[in-house]
């Protein structure tokens, strides 16, 4: 059983950049993806981005790219998002969350990922 637990949330004005973790524990031998979701006040959880373990290989919804960054360091057991230019729109609780190969193709769809994180949160003030 994988147990997900996220921090570096924080406070940050917009333009600024912050750098989100995800330690991982447990055992990984049934994760092939991991990914980071968001889920502001009012509004369904959506999915960041997505990273294939073994490659490194990510895919980002368009409102991120070029902002964000999804990397990984497996000797570290962490998974991290990095976000730079940062928007009032992206304020949110951010999840991380993990999924095995049953979809053997990047998917942001939430209910495709089985373990996730409690969340950290993310204030951008304009």
């Known amino acids: 059983q994988v147990q997900l637990v996220e921090s570096g949330g924080g406070s940050v004005q917009a333009g600024g950049s912050l750098r989100l973790s995800c330690e991982v524990s447990?055992?990984?031998?049934?994760?092939?993806?991991m990914g980071w979701f968001r889920q502001a006040p009012g509004k369904d959880r959506e999915g960041v981005g997505s990273?294939?373990?073994?490659?490194?290989?990510?895919f980002y919804r368009d409102s991120v790219k070029g902002r964000f960054a999804i990397s990984r360091d497996n000797s570290k057991n962490t998974l991290y998002l990095q976000m730079n230019s940062l928007k009032p729109e992206d304020t949110a609780i951010y999840y991380c969350?993990?999924?095995?190969?049953?979809?053997?193709?990047?998917?942001?769809?939430?209910?495709?990922?089985?373990?996730w994180g409690q969340g950290t949160e993310v204030t951008v003030s304009s």
């Open positions: 969350a993990a999924r095995g190969d049953d979809n053997p193709t990047h998917t942001l769809k939430p209910s495709s990922f089985r373990t």
């Open positions: 990273i294939f373990i073994l490659s490194g290989s990510t």
């Open positions: 447990g055992d990984m031998s049934s994760t092939s993806f």
